[in-house]
């Protein structure tokens, strides 16, 4: 009997290997009646068998190799063509939402020239635009930044309690009743679709003018927005730790304060500074309707044609973002 040789396979046919250990045809024998498994080294499968290895021995006298064509399961092929199916889709929705846009890249060319005036002025009027900005009322400005910032803190604190409780009603895994869940998502829908300039505009008719409307505008609309993303949180936790407390005989309460919020909490705190930035940014805004800070400064400025003090607002306003954010994505690290 003429001795055997080793034959490594290379990764490409790692997948002919399995179906060979199969018992397909291969080399045109029968595999299992050719080949010996001996473990420790050689091949390497891939997916479940990727902790297996395998040393295949052939006889000298195999040596044409046949390609073992795989046919995608009937359910690969449905998924591939619905994926096609979603892309094309998509591609129409663009191309239909492209028309009554008026997106048009000469008028933006066309256009640069006087925004450029905008930013810096001319040269027959100095100081007539945005760059550079007056920094003559500083102290006044910062005064008002801060202020920005305390109403996004109580505009996103106001807001967490009522969010975990509408959270609760609208998931689906600890909503009482399909109702209450219907119930509360169309609740949620409605705190979300009434921009926070809406809302400011109606507190500030209720209480009058100043932060305190501007506060109220942005609790309601965080409400529906973190709410939301709690729910979302909520639906996926583990059962099992759920269930694990009923079976020790815990209460609906004791299951969600024992079962679900520990696994939520790193998700609702980051999604509760996620929405504290956001809140810090459209708080600049609410000024514009009299709801206190910083943007009560800028609408006026803009009003009174002075584009130097609005750049210095402008300025203040970015760079109380960029902290902002670099503070809260800080925190985030930490609590993951």
């Not at 034959?7 to 029968?30: M, N, P, S």
């Not at 459209?282 to 584009?307: K, S, Y």
């Not at 130097?308 to 960029?322: E, K, N």
């Amino acid at each position: 009997m003429k001795p055997f040789e080793i034959h490594r396979i290379t990764r490409a046919q790692q997948l002919d290997a399995y179906c060979e250990l199969l018992g397909q045809k291969f080399f045109g024998h029968t595999v299992l009646g050719n080949a010996a498994l001996l473990g420790v080294s050689g091949l390497m499968l891939p997916g479940a068998f990727q902790k297996e290895k395998f040393r295949i021995i052939f006889k000298e006298s195999m040596t044409s190799i046949q390609t073992v064509n795989i046919e995608a399961p009937a359910k690969v092929k449905r998924q591939r063509l619905l994926s096609t199916f979603m892309w094309l889709g998509i591609a129409a929705l663009m191309v239909w939402a492209f028309f009554g846009t008026e997106i048009s890249l000469a008028k933006l060319l066309q256009g640069v020239g006087e925004s450029w005036k905008l930013l810096f002025g001319t040269s027959d009027k100095p100081n007539s635009g945005f760059i550079p900005p007056n920094f003559s009322r500083f102290p006044e400005y910062l005064e008002q930044i801060l202020l920005t910032v305390k109403m996004a803190m109580w505009g996103t604190a106001l807001a967490i309690v009522p969010a975990i409780g509408l959270s609760i009603l609208g998931a689906k895994n600890t909503s009482p009743h399909p109702v209450v869940y219907f119930i509360t998502r169309r609740v949620l829908d409605l705190l979300r679709a009434v921009p926070e300039f809406v809302l400011a505009l109606v507190f500030v008719v209720a209480v009058g003018l100043g932060p305190f409307p501007g506060i109220l505008a942005l609790a309601v609309y965080t409400t529906g927005i973190l709410a939301k993303l709690f729910s979302e949180g909520i639906e996926t936790v583990d059962a099992g730790q759920i269930e694990a407390v009923r079976a020790a005989g815990g209460n609906a309460f004791q299951a969600f304060t024992h079962g679900v919020f520990p696994q939520v909490l790193p998700h609702v705190a980051s999604m509760t500074l996620y929405r504290f930035e956001s809140n810090v940014r459209a708080a600049q805004v609410l000024g514009l309707v009299g709801a206190g800070g910083i943007g009560f400064f800028l609408n006026e400025a803009l009003r009174g044609f002075d584009f130097p003090a609005a750049g210095a607002i402008i300025s203040l306003i970015i760079v109380s973002v960029f902290f902002v954010d670099f503070l809260s994505s800080k925190i985030r690290e930490r609590l993951t």
